[in-house]
């Protein structure tokens, strides 16, 4: 199946037109529209920037590999 990506905009009236497609005139194609999730965006960007402050603190820089690994094992053990 050949597949060919491009953007669009909804416009006021609901519709969103193609033009210009790479498929000949009658052949059957399968149409599928993802709209943009920007709150979806929003909340990875908010959690990236807590994860970047979170690893800048002082008392998590000095965790040693060892001390994380003893942290996941108890948790796995349910202690």
Request: no cysteine; charged share 20%; net charge negative.
């Given at each position: 199946?050949?597949t ?12 969103i ?11 059957l ?5 993802l ?7 929003d909340l990875?960007?908010?959690l990236?920037?807590?994860f970047?402050e ?6 998590v ?14 948790y796995?053990?349910?202690?």
């Open positions: 199946m050949q060919y990506r491009t953007l669009g905009v909804i416009q006021e009236s609901g519709q037109v193609l033009s210009n497609l790479p498929f000949r005139p009658g052949q194609v399968e149409v599928l529209v709209g943009e999730d920007r709150v979806q965006d990875t960007e908010k990236a920037l807590l970047e979170t690893q800048a603190l002082p008392q820089q000095a965790l040693t590999e060892a001390e994380i690994a003893a942290e996941i094992a108890a796995r053990s349910g202690q």
